[in-house]
């Protein structure tokens, strides 16, 4: 089931996303509310069913989407696919012994169709395609086998860096933290659909150009550790999110790198969990 | 004014700390509500003033607190208070370019009397006493003349930190984001309180023995700046907290320090802001 958080003259209500692309209204609010709630999810999936026929539903085209969730914690982790090593040579030879994880703050989260604001302020901007995972049940202490137990689903997030800003100091946190920086969606993928997580396929596309492709296979801290290693330090609730990392960029394209500006486009494509197209923009906004 | 967030049975409430530690009521709901709001603090105010004789309010100390406001962000600033130089050396020398700056997460955040819970896994825990400001007018772009502007107030925070953990990789986020790591309170003093924010003695007390302490005045970058530089990345919004580093540890303390155990307390104390003390506990809570 794909769910959307989409807005309303009335605020905010989620939808069930038919295979046509139609989507079929469940409730007011928004999604982190239902996500830990199984009978409100088999709820609006029968009634998506019943529904499924009907051709007088908007087109989610015609939506204004909201970011699915709007998490209280938003964690990302750094370096987490292999690179590539020649044959023979052992792949988890460079593997950190922890994942490396950092915060971004409440004010990045757009929706998937919003662009992202380039900053007034110098920045050297670059994208980060990435699968985003979303708690369903409270995770403290979780087993790695349990871990995936406690994930509602899946959607695509774009961790959008300032570069010369997360160099300033020994911490990422200004670099990642701009507001806008951070595009969550399109929808999220309930976890019954995806039979298994480390076999997906990140792709990032920028203007056009694949700049990196690369198996969940090759993470080095996989989805379900990630949430067993987290949940040791932190509560993990219901809606927050934990973006997994980004696959490394392809040599031709890191070598081709320039900053993102004004019009361009970066988009991340999963099979199964759709696409995420963000668009960049030079701000207009007046400092307040 | 002092201001505290506390507990009834009702929820949160707000009330105003008369000079003889009675607290008149104000309203239900959060402080955040209300710091960027001016006439709702001279209401509040003016109200408390007219019942400043009221020896039928509660006394503080019978209240339950709650953090003074639950932001939206907890910013906190690494390295910011320089050591001590010999005489005629540079005491600037070691100045970093820029403020290093990291997130502590939701889940951390506790009220004044709260215990700080030992995890349950290994961990090498520590304390950090630190001034907090809150912002009370959303930020953006501000100039450093206008930053200050937009502090409601200051109010004391205990940066508790797994140092071990805070190692396991290049970003502080996990060893500084446990589970009640974050003790804030006792109450929001308001700015105008406070005739100079670089000009206040910070100390920190560990088991009765300080620990730290130190001038606001050898800060690196002061809170103007912080709200300034912090402004240029993100829209800091009312209830907001940056956490504006901890004073150095004096050699004596620094070398006989062992980790934070089950029934330790650390007070953190600056004149005009009260004092801050937190006790240490080990869990009981199973892991669900």
């Not at 409440?106 to 380039?118: C, F, H, M, R, T």
């Not at 110098?122 to 979303?134: F, P």
């Not at 509560?235 to 997994?244: A, H, K």
Request: hydrophobic content about 40%.
């Amino acid at each position: 089931m794909r769910l959307v958080t989409y807005r309303a003259s009335t605020g905010p209500r989620i939808g069930v996303v038919l295979p046509d692309d139609r989507v079929h209204d469940v409730r007011a609010g928004t999604l982190e509310e239902i996500v830990g709630d199984a009978a409100a999810l088999d709820g609006a999936r029968e009634a998506a069913d019943a529904a499924s026929t009907s051709l007088d539903l908007p087109r989610i085209d015609e939506l204004e989407l909201l970011p699915p969730v709007r998490p209280g914690k938003l964690l990302c982790i750094g370096y987490n696919y292999r690179g590539h090593v020649p044959d023979g040579e052992d792949p988890t030879a460079n593997d950190p012994a922890y994942p490396d994880v950092f915060v971004k703050t409440a004010n990045v989260l757009i929706g998937p169709n919003d662009p992202v604001e380039l900053p007034q302020v110098e920045a050297d901007v670059d994208y980060e395609g990435e699968i985003a995972l979303v708690i369903g049940r409270r995770a403290k202490n979780v087993t790695l086998d349990a871990a995936l137990d406690h994930v509602a689903g899946y959607t695509l997030f774009d961790d959008v860096t300032a570069r010369d800003w997360q160099r300033h100091g020994s911490q990422f946190t200004l670099g990642k933290s701009f507001d806008t920086f951070g595009p969550l969606g399109p929808w999220l993928v309930t976890a019954d659909e995806i039979a298994d997580p480390q076999d997906l396929v990140v792709e990032v596309e920028r203007d056009g150009v694949i700049t990196a492709r690369q198996s969940t296979a090759t993470m080095i801290f996989p989805m379900a550790f990630l949430v067993h290693h987290l949940s040791q330090v932190m509560t993990l609730e219901p809606g927050d999110v934990i973006s997994t990392g980004t696959p490394q960029k392809l040599p031709a394209a890191a070598e081709a790198h320039r900053p993102l500006a004004d019009g361009d486009a970066v988009t991340v494509r999963v099979a199964g969990l759709g696409e995420l197209t963000t668009r960049f923009t030079t701000t207009t906004e007046d400092a307040r």
